[in-house]
């Protein structure tokens, strides 16, 4: 495991995008793994800024994103969804058809729609840059505490913790309670995995997944056992 300590979230933010930007020049169909929260938001404007400048091309990129929540229409501003438009595939010229994301509008077969995904990976060849994000409780995706390392993707119940989490970003609005998530599983079969985290309120989440035991109370801790992941912190979230 590569960690990688910026000076700031702008740094560490460049520095994701790069290894994005270097992975797409090499191979202009790789399938790419993606995440939402406020964490990579630095890196997806890098990305689209660095997709302007340089002329970019995306149109034979895959991508699929970790996870959605289960209940929201893909319209409403909290969806993972609309995180996506927003934030990246509105600015960039990633084929529409290339997109995945899992579905959690109401209405929907999970488990029909679970193993469509897995199959939709599957058929890409495999995920061969997956970047992630990391909950304070040790979580990738919505894998909570205690999801096991074979677990593919389905619909799981949030934590108490990351609901709290989110009501920062829900306001007012209610939180779901599930997301369909890709598994610990799904991810460890990524080729090479990415984890960013910046902030003290991580440090502690970081710490247990990079050096504490390897354990599936601590879902990050997974990382550890991947021959290929590179940590990108900034000095907000290191330790000592
Ligand atoms: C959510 C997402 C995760 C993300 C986490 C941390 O729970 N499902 O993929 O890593 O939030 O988000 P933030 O980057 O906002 O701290």
Redesign the pocket.
């Given at each position: 495991m590569r960690v990688l300590v910026t000076p700031d979230y702008r740094t560490l933010s460049r520095t994701a995008a790069e290894l994005v930007i270097k992975a797409v020049r090499a191979k202009p169909d790789l399938t790419l793994g993606l995440?939402?929260?406020?964490?990579?938001l630095g890196m997806y404007e890098e990305i689209v800024r660095e997709y302007r400048d340089e002329h970019l091309d995306f149109s034979n990129m895959r991508t699929f994103n970790?996870?959605e929540y289960v209940g929201l229409l893909h319209d409403a501003p909290k969806s993972y969804h609309s995180y996506m438009r927003r934030h990246f595939f509105q600015h960039v010229n990633v084929s529409p058809g290339n997109i995945n994301i899992p579905e959690g509008k109401p209405g929907v077969d999970f488990d029909a729609e679970a193993e469509r995904y897995e199959k939709a990976i599957r058929e890409a060849g495999g995920i061969d840059l997956l970047i992630?994000?990391?909950?304070t409780n040790g979580?990738?995706?919505?894998n909570e505490p205690g999801a096991p390392f074979d677990s593919r993707t389905r619909v799981v119940d949030l934590a108490p913790e990351?609901i709290l989490?989110?009501q920062r970003h829900f306001g007012n609005e209610h939180v779901p309670r599930k997301?369909i998530?890709m598994g610990m599983g799904t991810i460890r079969e990524a080729r090479r995995i990415v984890l960013l985290a910046s902030?003290a309120h991580?440090a502690n989440a970081v710490e247990r997944a990079l050096r504490g035991p390897v354990s599936e109370s601590v879902p990050a801790s997974a990382l550890q056992l991947h021959p290929r992941v590179i940590v990108i912190l900034d000095e907000t979230v290191k330790k000592n």
């Open positions: 995440p939402t929260g406020s964490t990579p970790l996870d992630v994000g990391i909950g979580h990738i995706a919505f990351t989490n989110a997301a998530t902030g991580k």
